[in-house]
């Protein structure tokens, strides 16, 4: 099939930022793009040939959206699922396919398959609601502290909390989750992993993330990790045998627990590009963007490597700040070399949304990290009102 500069259409389920920086390698290729967001504001908007606004977990929404495309993707998991298994069975190309993102989607799926599967992952539990888990407390059948996580509705560093007293659930939602046995960790780490449709399989290096200790969120991602070449290796090797395991198609993002004893945990997957990929873009000869996009295509994958040492930092938007979106000291960073400021195009800002990210080369990855400090603390995603 002809992709470029034809009447070939491909369609993006989700409109944020993600589709937004994957529209920059279509844009390249000449592809034409449709794309489905529930906002009249989403960041695909200014980029994509055609925009339609719509429930992502809508079944006739998705279903009709689906219909005007060759090839599917999406950029979030939560989407109508029933839709888009009836799309694949009338034909339709959808990658990574139902079936892969049936098993991710939600949590509590997603641990049953690790442990069906012998894929290294932390002791768990999963409940029905959280009245039923607030039992085995009582009874004694659960000890605190754990890790509370909702199996479905998540994302950037919401619903996901430490639970070290009753009074901590008195606030959380009575809905299905996981207790997670809690993990002494010298690292999170990421790898993530290319494939096709015809079976090229690529691994990028592994990487480092630190977290914001209130919001969960990533603040840093360091590439490559500085961690031993051993656990570098076996991290790359428990991410491929988890992709091989999932089937998947398109990138598959594999978040980790670097043990105190050198083991390596799975802990979540992510089944398209990935806030730990970011830094591709300047850092690697072929983005995560530019891959996801090859591999949707069953075209040949670009190399993995990386360039130069990369470290990523997430704008996220200020505390005690909502509205309208001011970047402050933006300019200053701009006179900085090796220093890359991408601006996800939402006007909106509030406490701990992202909003950008910033990425920083250098051939000394210690130097890029001082340098990223300094970004960190030098830009402040305000508001003006």
Known sequence: ?????????????????????????????????YVLDPSEEAPCKIACNHFFQGNLMDFETVYN??????????????????????????????????????LIQNKGIQKAFYNKNNIPTAPSKTYGNLKI???DIVDSKLEMPFVWKCTEFGYDGTGVKIIRTLQDLEILPNVECIAEEIIAFKNELAVIVCRSPSGEIKTYPVVEMEFH????????????????????????????????????????????????????????????????????IEAS??????????????????????KVAGIMVNLSGAEGYSGN??????????GWNGVTPHIYGKKQTRPFRKMGHVTIVNEDINKARKIAEDVKNTIRVISGN
């Open 1 to 33: 099939m002809n992709y470029f500069s034809s009447n070939f259409k491909l369609g993006i389920l989700g409109g944020g930022q993600l589709g937004k920086m994957l529209l920059f390698d279509t844009r390249k290729f000449d592809i034409q793009t």
């Open 65 to 102: 959206f689906g219909k005007q495309v060759d090839v599917l993707t999406f950029e979030i998991e939560l989407v109508n699922l029933e839709a888009l298994e009836k799309l694949e069975n009338e034909g339709l190309k959808i990658y990574p396919s139902p079936k892969t993102l049936k």
């Open 133 to 135: 888990l607030v039992v």
């Open 213 to 280: 200790p209130e919001a969960n969120q990533v603040e840093y991602v360091i590439c490559p990790a500085r961690i031993d070449d051993n656990v570098a290796a076996k991290a790359r090797a428990i991410a491929l045998d988890v992709s091989e395991k999932f089937n998947h198609v398109g990138l598959l993002a594999v978040e980790m627990f670097q043990t105190e004893n050198d083991e390596i945990l799975v802990n979540e997957v992510a089944p398209r590009p990935h806030n730990s990929g970011h830094y591709s």
């Open 285 to 306: 000869y072929t983005s995560q963007f530019e891959n996801h996009l090859r591999a949707i295509l069953d075209l040949p994958l670009g190399n993995t490597d990386s």
């Open 325 to 334: 979106v001011i970047y402050e000291n933006i300019e200053k960073i701009l």
